[in-house]
């Protein structure tokens, strides 16, 4: 307890050093950069698919979201299990209200604008028990939201990167540079001398799991699917270290997990229930415990003879995969 309340204070210093507060429970992860403006309030419309069987399963769903704070608008339909709600709370959580309730939820779609702008996804995985998702949301021609959950992290802050390449050949270590169309020097989110793919730091709580939801003006959506994103080991010291990398990588230490950038559905796209493969449900798929790290697994076997191949060939080639791998899966992202 002593351990884990020490653990606790670090992070809490750890936030206060990035300029954000903890939640009312003291030690709950809240994720964020040395930027506060970059966090974001906005609200998206997010689709689950949720198992209902009857209208007081729909009410107890309604009931958990309903008047709950970051929670604007919930939809719900019985008889296609459908959940639509409007919210400023990221994915995890706003699926982590409905699944209180008993019931299993499965996001099928994320909107934030008309007309849909776009929207990618990134499965993280890495050495060890590092997982996470990562969700792109273009809302305007100007800002792109990015929502994320990244579990199994050491407590603390760990840089976050998109990099330019989608090349996972040699794990985490062919991603290539930070992604850098424009040659600037490394940088913080909120600086205009940054990479493009320089989203900060992101904090993980005791538990090892880092949740934010942020909002940038760099980043679209279109230029960065076949790309990767990957987290850091340490924190990025946004270009001000005084470290030789600073300027370059912002010193953050070794890539600990990584994913391919892959288009996602937006709302409405992805009406599947049950993968034509297998005929295992949405319901099961969601219940597979390496259900991520197994589609990228997939990804990096079948390319393992690509190493020579030119790079922008490489990065199509693993984005078909991807997505020829999605539809087989019907996985739901
Ligand atoms: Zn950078």
């Given at each position: 307890?002593?351990a884990?309340?020490?653990?606790c204070?670090?992070v809490?210093s750890?936030?206060r050093?990035?300029?954000?507060s903890?939640?009312s429970s003291?030690?709950?992860?809240?994720?964020?950069?040395?930027?506060?403006?970059?966090?974001?309030?906005?609200v998206?419309?997010?689709?689950?698919?949720?198992?209902?069987?009857?209208?007081?399963?729909?009410?107890r769903?309604?009931?958990?979201?309903?008047?709950?704070p970051?929670?604007?608008?919930?939809?719900?339909d019985v008889?296609?299990e459908e959940?639509?709600?409007e919210?400023?709370?990221?994915?995890?959580e706003v699926?982590?209200?409905?699944?209180?309730t008993?019931?299993?939820?499965v996001?099928?779609?994320?909107?934030?604008?008309e007309?849909?702008?776009?929207a990618?996804?990134?499965?993280?995985?890495?050495?060890?028990?590092?997982?996470?998702?990562?969700?792109?949301?273009?809302?305007?021609?100007?800002?792109?939201?990015?929502d994320?959950?990244?579990?199994?992290?050491?407590?603390?802050?760990h840089?976050?990167?998109?990099?330019?390449?989608?090349?996972?050949?040699?794990?985490?270590s062919?991603?290539?540079?930070?992604y850098?169309?424009s040659?600037?020097?490394?940088?913080g989110p909120?600086?205009?001398?940054?990479?493009?793919?320089d989203?900060?730091n992101?904090?993980?709580?005791p538990?090892?799991?880092?949740?934010?939801?942020?909002?940038d003006?760099?980043?679209?959506v279109?230029?960065?699917?076949?790309?990767?994103?990957?987290?850091d080991a340490?924190?990025?010291?946004?270009?001000?270290?005084?470290?030789?990398?600073?300027t370059q990588?912002?010193n953050?230490?070794?890539?600990l997990a990584c994913?391919?950038?892959?288009?996602?559905?937006g709302?409405f796209?992805n009406?599947?229930?049950?993968?034509?493969?297998d005929?295992v449900?949405?319901?099961?798929?969601?219940?597979?415990?390496?259900?991520?790290a197994?589609?990228q697994?997939?990804?990096?076997?079948r390319?393992?003879?690509g190493s020579?191949?030119?790079?922008?060939?490489?990065?199509?080639?693993?984005?078909?995969?991807?997505?020829?791998e999605?539809?087989r899966?019907c996985s739901?992202?």
């Amino acid at each position: 307890m002593a351990a884990a309340s020490s653990r606790c204070g670090r992070v809490a210093s750890a936030l206060r050093r990035v300029g954000s507060s903890l939640l009312s429970s003291g030690c709950v992860a809240q994720v964020k950069t040395r930027s506060d403006k970059m966090e974001s309030e906005r609200v998206t419309k997010l689709e689950f698919a949720v198992q209902m069987t009857c209208d007081s399963c729909a009410q107890r769903v309604r009931a958990a979201l309903e008047g709950q704070p970051g929670v604007r608008s919930v939809s719900v339909d019985v008889g296609r299990e459908e959940v639509l709600v409007e919210a400023s709370l990221s994915t995890v959580e706003v699926q982590a209200l409905i699944e209180a309730t008993g019931r299993r939820a499965v996001l099928r779609g994320i909107g934030g604008s008309e007309p849909d702008l776009g929207a990618a996804v990134a499965m993280l995985a890495g050495a060890g028990q590092i997982q996470g998702v990562v969700r792109f949301l273009q809302v305007s021609e100007e800002r792109c939201l990015i929502d994320g959950t990244i579990d199994g992290l050491e407590p603390g802050l760990h840089g976050l990167h998109v990099h330019s390449l989608g090349d996972l050949t040699r794990d985490c270590s062919s991603c290539g540079d930070h992604y850098n169309p424009s040659g600037r020097r490394h940088g913080g989110p909120g600086d205009a001398e940054r990479h493009v793919g320089d989203l900060g730091n992101v904090v993980a709580g005791p538990g090892g799991r880092a949740s934010f939801r942020l909002e940038d003006s760099q980043l679209k959506v279109w230029d960065v699917i076949g790309r990767s994103l990957v987290v850091d080991a340490g924190e990025d010291d946004l270009g001000r270290g005084g470290h030789p990398l600073s300027t370059q990588t912002g010193n953050s230490g070794e890539r600990l997990a990584c994913g391919i950038i892959a288009r996602s559905a937006g709302l409405f796209q992805n009406p599947k229930q049950i993968c034509a493969c297998d005929g295992v449900t949405l319901w099961e798929e969601r219940d597979r415990p390496d259900s991520r790290a197994r589609a990228q697994q997939v990804v990096r076997a079948r390319l393992s003879n690509g190493s020579g191949r030119d790079h922008f060939e490489t990065q199509h080639r693993r984005v078909e995969l991807l997505s020829e791998e999605g539809r087989r899966r019907c996985s739901g992202s």
